[in-house]
């Protein structure tokens, strides 16, 4: 067995099988854990810890925001994609581009559609039989259909973009030579071309056509940030809805208690978002400095597990239990800080009427093969099949 | 007697209060809180502004006075 403590990787299968409790131990045995893997990398499990990193953009950079092998090859303060892998001040300027459109009043406007999509994902999938896989026939549908919507890419081009982030996420530097052609950034070169030749409303014509001081965005800003819309709005998304699917398949009383009570809905959205928030951030020290008291050098990665964050007992009360209808619940599964997710508004919403849709016409599912559901590796958790038997 | 207080530079748009409190918060364009009471707290919204204050990450909604 590995030794979590010294010698972690968390893009490992024994890794993804027992996350939670990894976190719960290493917090009580060695709350700053270490592993020699990537060049150096650390793992804060604890909540104060994770939070002072979040808002300390002196002594760590976000100019890479994916541990892997290699080292950013765009550097700060913009990075590879802004604004996530950018620091202050630019950071703010990349970000205040974006805000207007992911506030809650303008991604309210999406809910209807939404909902339309995930209520004809649920009768096509139930055609094939009462034995359905929740994660790969639903959820992983969901967000690529928003986010192409948004964004104004076609949606049948969603095979790729899973493609792309699975390689970047889940294996990253693990997926050996790939063919240019194949590539995220060739696919969003296209794109853009295509945007340029006939303008349309959508959020790259929007990047394109910015002017700021009558100054376009340089390409690489453009590329960057479709890049991190593409890439952050989809894993993320689909790993929540297919996480809290599984609970709910696990927990008829949970589910009973959201088709009799739909306003609970507002308190389990988040609640499943802190028990099994999906995204894992990470930072580069900028500056040597510590880490509740462990001293760590310029250079080494460190991991931001806001999920391990969420089930920190000296932030929350009874925190491996879920409690649908929690009141006091200050989760930072959208992170914490200036880099707070952009898309967190658009996310919570694909959440909540992905789960108000599938209780509505399956208030009742269990798992079917318990062994069979199989949880990502990396920095992004969620389950990657999830077989479940439909009741009713 | 009750008060809220908001600390607008702690505040990174989580958007929490706005959706447990829409009586004490709206939202500006880029998603920042806006709140709609400062001060004092009429008794009738002292029971969501507690929600909107245990609800936020960033610790930016602060209860004074009261019994919690």
Not at chain 1, 293 to 310: I, M, R, S, T, Y
Request: proline content about 8%; aromatic content about 8%.
């Amino acid at each position: 067995m590995a030794d979590w403590a010294t010698d972690f990787d968390h893009t490992t299968d024994q890794w993804a099988a027992d996350a939670p409790g990894i976190w719960e131990r290493l917090r009580t045995t060695c709350p700053v854990a270490h592993s020699d893997r990537f060049g150096g990398t650390w793992l804060p499990t604890r909540h104060a810890d994770v939070a002072a990193i979040a808002h300390d953009t002196d002594h760590f950079t976000s100019n890479s925001v994916i541990v892997a092998d290699y080292r950013p090859d765009v550097p700060a303060p913009m990075g590879f994609a802004p604004p996530i892998t950018s620091d202050p001040p630019f950071h703010e300027f990349a970000r205040r581009l974006l805000l207007p459109a992911f506030s809650p009043k303008a991604i309210a406007v999406l809910e209807e559609p939404t909902r339309a999509f995930c209520s004809a994902l649920i009768e096509e999938l139930l055609e094939s039989g009462p034995e359905v896989d929740a994660a790969t026939g639903y959820a992983q549908h969901i967000p690529v259909r928003v986010i192409a919507h948004l964004l104004g890419v076609p949606p049948e081009d969603g095979d790729r973009f899973r493609r792309f982030i699975h390689r970047i996420l889940e294996r990253p530097g693990q997926a050996g030579p790939v063919d240019p052609s194949d590539m995220l950034t060739t696919y969003l070169e296209g794109v853009v071309a295509d945007h340029r030749r006939s303008p349309r409303d959508d959020l790259v014509s929007y990047l394109i056509d910015l002017e700021i001081d009558g100054v376009s965005l340089s390409d690489q800003h453009v590329i960057g940030t479709i890049a991190l819309l593409l890439i952050a709005g989809i894993d993320t998304t689909w790993s929540a809805i297919g996480a809290s699917l599984w609970h709910l398949a696990q927990h008829p009383e949970d589910r009973a208690r959201l088709v009799a009570e739909p306003e609970v809905m507002t308190f389990a959205v988040e609640e499943f978002l802190r028990l099994y928030a999906p995204v894992t951030m990470a930072r580069i020290v900028a500056r040597d400095t510590e880490i509740g008291g462990c001293p760590v050098a310029e250079g080494d990665w460190v991991l931001l597990p806001f999920p391990a964050a969420n089930r920190d007992p000296e932030a929350f009360e009874d925190p491996e239990r879920f409690v649908v209808d929690r009141e006091r619940n200050r989760h930072a599964a959208f992170g914490l800080g200036i880099h707070r997710c952009l898309g967190s508004n658009l996310a919570r919403l694909e959440l909540r009427v992905a789960v108000e849709e599938w209780l509505r016409r399956v208030p009742d599912f269990e798992l079917s093969d318990p062994d069979a559901v199989r949880w990502s590796t990396g920095q992004v958790r969620g389950p990657r099949s999830l077989p479940v038997r439909v009741l009713s | 007697m009750v008060r809220i207080v908001f600390d607008r530079a702690a505040c990174v748009g989580h958007n929490r209060c706005y959706l447990l409190a829409p009586a004490l918060f709206d939202v500006d364009d880029e998603g920042y809180a806006v709140p709609l009471v400062e001060g004092e707290l009429p008794a009738e919204l002292e029971a969501a502004a507690r929600l909107a204050a245990d609800n936020c990450p960033e610790f930016a909604i602060t209860i004074e006075g009261g019994d919690a």
